[in-house]
């Protein structure tokens, strides 16, 4: 298994304002991912972050507003740039372990008012 | 790409009774296909997988069956008890350096 946490685990911003969520990971990881979850709906990856390389973002999702570091192999951020209330969400970072296995942090829930 | 389909959206059962849960997914080439269970306001956690050279797999209670000329995949809930109340994500992968695709969930309740 992966023990993984994220600070913060819930926020409240003010719109205009950034959010700057962390992910750590008992240990080296070459993929991690983010997710968004909002309220009673699935889990829609924002995008990959491989360590020394730029992240790779997923349809809809662009480096300006969802800006990822990737410093180490244990460690990453997401951003959440320019909050608006429909950035309300829960944002889950994940890991791979065991080939495949997929991993999640206990999320951070955003709410923007 | 891939897609996944997940029925029902919703589902409930009285405790005891068994829980079906269906995933289709469209990639032939897809060949991992795990189970995830989401309780309220926790994180999504690994509950059962399958790789496509099985057609199923049993652990207590839980099972998954995989029908590969099908493309369709469930998971067998019996015994239901209220703890087994949650969010039930089916996902699909190619494996490797391919990331899952998950299907829109299925809220399960089990009424004591």
Redesign the interface.
């Given at each position: 298994s992966a023990v993984i946490s994220q600070k913060p685990s819930r926020d409240i911003c003010q719109r205009g304002t950034s959010l700057t969520i962390q992910c750590q990971v008992d240990s080296q990881v070459t993929?991690m991912?983010w997710y968004r979850q909002q309220p009673g709906?699935?889990?829609t990856?924002i995008a990959?972050a491989n360590q020394g390389s730029e992240a790779t973002y997923e349809s809809g999702f662009v480096i300006d507003k969802f800006p990822i570091s990737r410093p180490n192999l244990t460690f990453s951020t997401l951003t959440v740039s320019n909050l608006s209330p429909e950035d309300s969400s829960i944002y889950?970072c994940s890991v791979w372990r065991d080939?495949?296995?997929?991993?999640?942090?206990?999320?951070t829930r955003l709410l923007v008012l | 790409g891939e897609n996944v389909e997940q029925h029902p959206s919703t589902l409930s059962v009285q405790e005891g009774d068994s829980a079906v849960i269906k995933c289709t997914y469209s990639d032939s080439a897809s060949n991992y296909f795990p189970w995830y269970k989401q309780e309220l306001g926790k994180r999504p956690q690994l509950i059962i997988d399958i790789r496509s050279n099985v057609g199923e797999k049993k652990d207590q209670r839980i099972a998954v069956t995989l029908n590969k000329t099908a493309k369709h995949f469930s998971l067998h809930i019996t015994e239901t008890q209220p703890e087994d109340s949650a969010v039930y994500f089916c996902a699909a992968s190619k494996g490797g350096s391919y990331i899952p695709t998950f299907g829109r969930g299925t809220s399960l309740v089990v009424h004591p």
């Open positions: 993929m991912f709906q699935s889990l990856l990959t889950l080939q495949e296995t997929q991993y999640f942090g206990p999320g | -």
